[in-house]
């Protein structure tokens, strides 16, 4: 029972356009939400997250929204770069904070 | 600051083999979790920790157990190796219980049981 959503497994843009990667959970209990980029070959690192008393959280290229109502998160990237390419994870947590839960991951490729 | 460290980075199990990957943290982080993540699909969280002496059931522990003696350890026990368990094993840790939190992952362990 997949509680988080990437329906979308890969995704390719064009350098300087602006990347739009999709994220869906069906549990409304979730309240906070992070982005992972991963590499090949190495573990993901954090990117940016969002709580659920926002609805947008912004750091230089990248913005995550949120929508609440719908269940939805996005992360846009601009303008996208060729290092951008790489799988990207959304994660979600309930208010206690001990369980991430993973989407199966959208992978970016940036074309120069 | 070394952050999350694993150890093997690869190793290959014969099915019904036994063995330990390690994982440890320099950061003071009392949240510690391993994760699995198999061809295509996202991170399953296979057991968590949120202090020494405590660790808890995630979405897929059959087959694994799990100690935390220290807080900077975190090792991951797989008995009875299966096919099944090939898979690329996370380790991570966070603060934990707060806003704000995140996770840091370690680099992780490539696992072939043939």
């Known amino acids: 029972d997949q509680q988080v959503k990437q329906n979308s497994p890969s995704l390719s843009v064009q350098e300087g356009r602006i990347s739009i990667l999709n994220c869906d959970y069906t549990?409304?209990?979730?309240?906070?939400f992070l982005w992972y980029k991963k590499y090949p070959a190495e573990g993901p690192t954090f990117l940016i997250s969002?709580?659920?008393?926002?609805d947008k959280n912004e750091d230089g290229r990248f913005t995550v929204f949120l929508n609440k109502s719908a269940k939805h998160l996005s992360l846009h990237i601009v303008p996208s770069q060729p290092g951008d390419s790489a799988v990207y994870f959304c994660?979600?947590?309930?208010?206690?904070?001990?369980?991430?839960?993973f989407g199966s991951g959208t992978k970016l490729n940036v074309k120069p | 600051n070394a952050g999350v460290t694993q150890t093997p980075k690869f190793r290959i199990l014969k099915i019904g083999q036994s063995m330990t990957l390690q994982c440890a943290q320099d950061?003071?982080?009392?949240?510690m979790y391993w994760y699995r993540q198999d061809p295509g699909m996202g991170l399953k969280l296979i057991y968590y920790s949120v202090g020494a002496g405590i660790t808890d059931k995630g979405e897929v522990p059959n087959g694994y157990n799990v100690s935390r003696s220290t807080t900077e350890d975190f090792p991951l026990r797989l008995e009875l190796a299966a096919p099944s368990q090939t898979s690329v094993y996370f380790c991570a840790s966070s603060y934990g219980g707060s806003t704000g939190n995140t996770i840091y992952f370690g680099e992780g362990s490539w696992l072939t049981v043939v």
């Open positions: 994660a979600a947590s309930k208010n206690n904070f001990n369980k991430f839960y």
């Open positions: 969002i709580s659920s008393i926002k």
């Open positions: 950061m003071n982080h009392n949240y």
């Open positions: 549990n409304s209990m979730f309240d906070y």
